[in-house]
């Protein structure tokens, strides 16, 4: 009798815990212990309130990651060459997104705002001129790299506009599109050798990303990396704009 008096005393207190408050994990581990033959109703209700708490959290957390993962997809037109990923973030900030700061552009040997305007590197999120541009330093390690920062993208396509020179002006005809997650080990998610379709005056084109993907792969950092000669025979980069389409997860939407 007096182990029941001493389990009834435990359920007494335990009625006094706010177990809505208690982790899922900590809430499953009082439960495994519990004799459930011997709880009280007002330890009951205490559960079953808790229960409903912990459900509708879980509701919450997968209704929250749902809505952070927006769709754009390249509807084969001219028109919507340049209406993807960058385009929604310059929408969002209501200006440019790397001279806001959403994101970053940066070249080799280049700093983040070059001195020149028709250089610097946030040109080539300025998806709309077509009279700017970047371009690279020297012809070796030659790339553009785009880092989203607290945001993710999973590519499915990518378009590129040229500088505005006609044919023969180092114009893009290998490269590779590559990706990573800590700035240091890069994967190639696409690559084209002797693409011939930039080499004119501001001449754009849009390519499907070649690799497969895995279900939950999306990545941090994109890079366009010049593998091969221009039309001029040089590696220079020279590019207007860049735009990406896929997917775009972000825990807060700016």
Not at 72 to 100: P, V
Not at 151 to 174: C, D, E
Not at 193 to 209: P, R
Request: aromatic content about 12%; some cysteine.
């Amino acid at each position: 009798h007096q182990h029941d008096e001493e389990y009834y005393d435990d359920m007494l207190f335990y009625e006094q815990i706010e177990f809505s408050s208690l982790s899922q994990e900590k809430l499953n581990e009082f439960l495994s212990k519990l004799d459930i033959g011997k709880i009280t109703g007002g330890l009951w209700s205490k559960l079953l309130s808790a229960l409903t708490h912990q459900k509708d959290n879980t509701k919450n957390e997968r209704y929250q990651l749902n809505n952070n993962n927006k769709k754009f997809k390249y509807d084969t037109t001219r028109q919507n060459r340049f209406e993807g990923i960058i385009h929604h973030l310059n929408n969002q900030c209501h200006g440019n997104s790397a001279e806001k700061g959403v994101i970053d552009v940066s070249i080799p040997d280049m700093p983040t705002i070059y001195n020149f305007s028709t250089h610097k590197n946030s040109n080539v999120v300025d998806l709309k001129d077509k009279m700017s541009y970047v371009t690279s330093k020297k012809e070796y390690s030659n790339w553009l790299k785009i880092d989203f920062k607290e945001k993710r993208v999973r590519p499915n396509n990518y378009s590129i506009r040229t500088w505005h020179l006609g044919p023969g002006n180092s114009h893009l005809m290998n490269w590779a599109v590559e990706w990573s997650n800590n700035n240091e080990d890069w994967k190639v998610l696409d690559a084209r050798a002797n693409e011939k379709s930039l080499d004119n005056m501001s001449a754009e084109n849009t390519f499907d990303i070649s690799s497969k993907l895995d279900k939950n792969e999306n990545f941090r950092y994109l890079r366009l990396k010049v593998t091969g000669p221009n039309s001029r025979n040089t590696t220079i980069l020279f590019v207007s704009a860049i735009e990406f389409f896929g997917e775009l997860y972000s825990n807060e939407w700016i």
